[in-house]
């Protein structure tokens, strides 16, 4: 219940001008990443088979590191702009977004089918489909997390209209609601109930409980997926949400909303987005796609456990697996064929 001190601590369009932000990949740097497509290609491997050893990059891996330390240490997010995704068959831009990742960690699930590179689409499901997830709409996104110490995004083709993306640093959103509202942030650092998702089938826990705050071991975690909340406190057996606590969650969402706090931005063909869950919120604007089928949005999703990722809140095993630093932790198991 202090102020949190971090080089994560960014406001709005602070972000953009930060060096340790962004990247333009140089046509020798692209022309690096081809040669090793090719190469990859040449061997006919299985995409889950690729790792640093098979995606060779030997100029470019020293920026790939820095990203990977400033994912944890600097800014908490990164945008790697150039690839020219056009020149290439979908198939091809999914080996060069996972041989790129690879550097950055671990991909995990991300589905019951053991999904490890999810397509970001509207798959036009009916509102109450169970099988429908906020990737998979059009509408816009609540400021939340992924199960995984980092998420990354290739974007292949761009919304029509809207699908703008949202970051807001959740260690300033801690901050303002401190001087703001700290009864309100008191309710925050307490655990609250996640009901388990309706794609996690291989999780027979009907819920689980951790903080949206919290310091461990002297690293800050920020970590919501409100949907999930609002389910839990639902279902018959759990306790009802208190008015305190819902002002709370609503709260923090106002806060995550104003302008001067997020960053907005568009990702472009090319773009590749990484961003640390702990100090990160993300969210998306509703869209207009494209009649098209071949020219509606498409980013391809990646979750990643990182090699130096923070320690979490015991209490986020139930979730995550694991909680240590740098464990292989996050995402969906998927089900085992009986």
């Excluded at 309100?184 to 307490?190: N, P, S, T």
């Amino acid at each position: 219940m202090q102020p949190y001190q971090s080089p994560a601590a960014w406001r709005g369009d602070e972000l953009a001008r930060r060096a340790d932000w962004h990247h333009t990949l140089s046509p020798s740097e692209c022309a690096e990443i081809d040669q090793a497509l090719q190469t990859i290609n040449g061997r006919s491997m299985a995409l889950e088979d690729i790792t640093q050893t098979e995606f060779p990059l030997p100029n470019l891996a020293h920026k790939l590191q820095s990203i990977q330390g400033s994912l944890e240490h600097g800014s908490g997010s990164f945008l790697l702009r150039g690839w020219p995704t056009g020149r290439y068959s979908l198939e091809d831009n999914q080996r060069v977004f996972w041989g790129l990742s690879r550097y950055l960690g671990t991909p995990i699930s991300q589905s019951a089918r053991g999904e490890t590179l999810f397509h970001v689409q509207d798959a036009g499901y009916a509102t109450n489909d169970a099988k429908a997830r906020g990737p998979n709409t059009r509408k816009a996104l609540h400021f939340h997390c992924d199960r995984c110490d980092v998420i990354g995004f290739l974007c292949i083709r761009a919304a029509k209209v809207g699908g703008d993306s949202y970051l807001a640093s959740s260690i300033t959103v801690h901050n303002e609601i401190l001087k703001r509202r700290p009864d309100l942030l008191e309710q925050l650092y307490r655990p609250w109930y996640y009901k388990t998702h309706n794609v996690d089938l291989a999780n027979n826990d009907p819920w689980c409980r951790q903080p949206i705050f919290a310091i461990q071991e002297g690293h800050f975690v920020g970590y919501i997926l409100r949907v999930l909340i609002d389910r839990a406190y639902e279902l018959p057996e759990l306790p009802e949400m208190t008015p305190l606590q819902r002002e709370a969650l609503d709260f923090l969402d106002s806060v995550c909303a104003e302008q001067d706090l997020n960053f907005k931005f568009r990702q472009e063909p090319g773009d590749m987005l990484f961003v640390n869950n702990f100090v990160n919120f993300h969210s998306r604007s509703e869209f207009e796609d494209h009649d098209d089928p071949e020219s509606k949005r498409l980013l391809l999703r990646i979750w990643l456990s990182v090699p130096n990722s923070r320690p979490l809140p015991a209490s986020f095993a139930g979730s995550f697996g694991h909680s240590g630093a740098g464990e292989l932790r996050g995402g969906i198991h998927p089900v085992r064929a009986s």
